[in-house]
């Protein structure tokens, strides 16, 4: 079936440690996005890319960074530089025009 | 900017009970208008969608109509059940690659 997999669905970061967020499609979808979401924030935009090889910062980028090298994976790196980083983190595709997104099932980061 | 806002929760209802949870929205231009849906530990889902002024979204007996002379999209359901139990986001996009704008989200709780 086709769909979006993230993983790990838990993650823990020790203190100065980066960690990567992995998040593969099958749906053939050109647009990634990835979205935090905090408790009673709803979700905020960290980064999107509308195709490979390019990426824009979302309203959160900062302490974020991510790859778009193939189609299918649009991994993000959680840096030492965010200094809270604990959240739920989703990711999602969609094709353009007014297809909707399709989203999966999320990693909870925890610090450690 | 684009902003969307949406009833604080929790919304406590026992089962059959009548469903709204309110949606306004502030955008420029004619954005699309969805609901998604959140059950525990989970990522999103669409629950429904509309893609123009009077435009009715309709899925799994809840409804939405885009107003655009309130520039709302109220979710409603004519009797819940306990499955109905999640969190509930009203999201609009303008742009043609998908950038979502989220409210902060809806918790429903159906005690049987």
């Known amino acids: 079936d086709g769909g979006i997999t993230q993983s790990p669905k838990y993650l823990f970061r020790k203190e100065g440690q980066n960690v990567t967020l992995s998040c593969e499609q099958n749906l053939n979808h050109d647009a990634m996005y990835w979205y935090r979401q905090d408790p009673g924030q709803g979700l905020r935009l960290i980064y999107y890319s509308q195709i490979v090889n390019d990426f824009q910062k979302g309203d959160i980028a900062e302490g974020y960074s991510v790859s778009r090298e193939k189609k299918e994976s649009f991994p993000l790196t959680v840096t030492s530089a965010q200094k809270n980083p604990t959240a739920f983190y989703l990711c999602?595709?969609?094709?353009?025009?007014?297809?909707?997104?399709?989203f999966g099932d999320g990693t909870r980061l925890s610090i450690l | 900017g684009n902003s969307v806002t949406q009833m604080e929760g929790p919304v406590t209802l026992s089962e059959e009970a009548f469903l709204t949870i309110n949606c306004t929205y502030t955008?420029?231009?004619?954005?699309?208008l969805f609901w998604y849906v959140q059950y525990p530990g989970e990522g999103l889902q669409l629950l429904l969608k509309a893609t123009k002024a009077d435009d009715k979204g309709s899925n799994k007996g809840f409804e939405a109509t885009y107003r655009k002379e309130t520039t709302s999209f109220h979710l409603e359901k004519g009797s819940v059940q306990v499955s109905d139990s999640a969190v509930y986001f009203c999201?609009?996009?303008?742009?043609?690659?998908?950038?979502?704008?989220f409210g902060s989200g809806t918790q429903v709780v159906v005690t049987p």
């Open positions: 955008a420029t231009g004619y954005p699309s």
């Open positions: 999602a595709s969609s094709q353009e025009s007014n297809q909707p997104q399709h």
């Open positions: 999201a609009l996009k303008t742009d043609s690659w998908g950038k979502l704008q």
